[in-house]
T-cell receptor, first 111, second 113 residues
Framework: DAGVIQSPRHEVTEMGQEVTLRCKPISGHDYLFWYRQTMMRGLELLIYFNNNVPIDDSGMPEDRFSAKMPNASFSTLKIQPSEPRDSAVYFC?????????FGSGTRLTVV | LAKTTQPISMDSYEGQEVNITCSHNNIATNDYITWYQQFPSQGPRFIIQGYKTKVTNEVASLFIPADRKSSTLSLPRVSLSDTAVYYCLVDSEGGSTLGRLYFGRGTQLTVWP
């Protein structure tokens, strides 16, 4: 198994642009999570899905952030418009219900 | 939802045993204690989980006293490659609190030569 796959690994964009992060969970895992990690705030849960349905999005910072999971093998996290304070490492993780497997993350820099 | 308290940072030398203690005073009866390890530029990875007493695997040991209000991750004979952030989490196996796990800031362990 290739594990949780995230793309791109690095993204540099200008303020105001739309950014889309992608995640392919481990096949068979029915939970998918999006986390954000910064030095100041540590690892924060943004949203998670169960069987492709969003369960808890209370961690999404504001309406500029949206996440979708159109099928069991793909999810996106979109930021529109992006701002410098969105700069962070964004992790996707998947699970069968006990224990997480994380991807390698996407380092987003908004200039 | 039980939160955890652990030291911000620890230092050690190669070959020493490292013990990282985590406090979880509000742990519930059906909660498990799980530790994750995160290397720079990587996502956290599961290293060990336990409910009570002692659990050991090829990476670490986890000691949990009878009252379960704390736990200690023990890394035997650390090497430079054990330098990482270690997170202690409390969660209910089976996923009832899954998704609301609190990672916090973790403990930055630095191993020196």
């Amino acid at each position: 198994d290739a594990g949780v796959i995230q793309s791109p690994r690095h993204e540099v964009t200008e303020m105001g642009q739309e950014v889309t992060l992608r995640c392919k969970p481990i096949s068979g895992h029915d939970y998918l999570f999006w986390y954000r990690q910064t030095m100041m705030r540590g690892l924060e849960l943004l949203i998670y899905f169960n069987n492709n349905v969003p369960i808890d999005d209370s961690g999404m910072p504001e309406d500029r952030f949206s996440a979708k999971m159109p099928n069991a093998s793909f999810s996106t996290l979109k930021i529109q418009p992006s701002e410098p304070r969105d700069s962070a490492v964004y992790f996707c993780a998947s699970s069968l219900g006990n224990g997480y497997t994380f991807g390698s993350g996407t380092r987003l820099t908004v200039v | 939802l039980a939160k955890t308290t652990q030291p911000i940072s620890m230092d050690s030398y190669e070959g020493q045993e490292v013990n990282i203690t985590c406090s979880h005073n509000n742990i519930a009866t059906n909660d498990y204690i799980t530790w994750y390890q995160q290397f720079p530029s990587q996502g956290p990875r599961f290293i060990i989980q336990g409910y009570k007493t002692k659990v050991t695997n090829e990476v670490a040991s986890l000691f949990i006293p009878a009252d379960r209000k704390s736990s200690t991750l023990s890394l035997p004979r650390v090497s430079l490659s054990d330098t990482a952030v270690y997170y202690c989490l409390v969660d209910s196996e089976g996923g009832s609190t899954l998704g609301r796990l609190y990672f916090g800031r973790g403990t930055q362990l630095t191993v020196w030569p």
